[in-house]
């Protein structure tokens, strides 16, 4: 089976316009990663999530409470699409990016959208995106899940010892070199171990493919 893994980056969004269609749980939920990035972030939906109304009422996001509109676009570095039963939007807002160059999420339809959106585990500074290139992304969700529980709060202040030593060292050493092994020796010791369980249908499964293959060949 073949999937669109994509290229992954990192988009440099502060200061810059960013649209959300959609103002549920999951409008939310892509509003707080924007804001995160430093985005200026429009909300367009008639109803709006409890939240995204106080973040609206405390100025952090603009919200235009109607349907959305192709003009709504203008100016936008990237949209994001929530709306899931809406195949005639998701398909109008595909041509308009095509268009206007504008970089698109829909949810639930990667081949109506010109990015696609990893599962993203959070923990202080960390941010670590999860993709299974679209063969799984329930599976995603349950690793970004797992991994944020296995970041805990030393993870959080080591990470903090650690960019703020970055720092001292860019300022009291001159010597690169020098920098990069006091660096590589701090981390020295660290290690991330874990083990994996497999759901029962899974080895059900795998053992009915073996008899399969072991009456097929005689």
Not at 35 to 46: E, M
Not at 118 to 127: D, E, I, N, T, Y
Not at 158 to 163: N, P, Q, S, T, V
Request: proline share 3%; aromatic share 6%; glycine share 8%.
């Amino acid at each position: 089976m073949s999937h669109q893994s994509g290229f992954q980056l990192t988009l440099d969004l502060v200061g810059r316009s960013c649209l959300v269609v959609g103002g549920d749980d999951e409008a939310l939920e892509k509003v707080g990663r924007l804001l995160d990035a430093g985005a200026k972030v429009t909300v367009v939906h008639p109803t709006l999530h409890t939240e995204l109304r106080k973040l609206t009422a405390s100025a952090k996001i603009i919200h235009r409470g109607r349907t959305f509109r192709s003009t709504d676009s203008q100016g936008m570095a990237l949209i994001l699409n929530v709306l899931k039963d809406d195949l005639a939007l998701a398909k109008s807002l595909y041509e308009l990016s095509q268009a206007e160059r504008f970089l698109l999420w829909t949810i639930d339809k990667p081949e109506l959208s010109t990015v696609f959106m990893p599962a993203l585990v959070q923990r202080g500074a960390l941010r670590m995106a999860i993709s299974t290139s679209g063969a799984s992304p329930a599976l995603a969700g349950v690793l970004r899940r797992n991994l944020e529980s296995l970041f805990d709060d030393e993870f959080e202040q080591f990470l903090d010892w650690l960019g703020a030593l970055r720092e001292e060292m860019k300022k009291t050493e001159p010597s690169e070199h020098r920098r990069r092994g006091r660096l590589l020796e701090a981390i020295d010791g660290f290690k991330l171990s874990g083990e994996i369980s497999y759901p029962g249908s899974w080895k059900l499964s795998d053992e009915s493919q073996l008899e399969s293959v072991g009456k097929e060949g005689g």
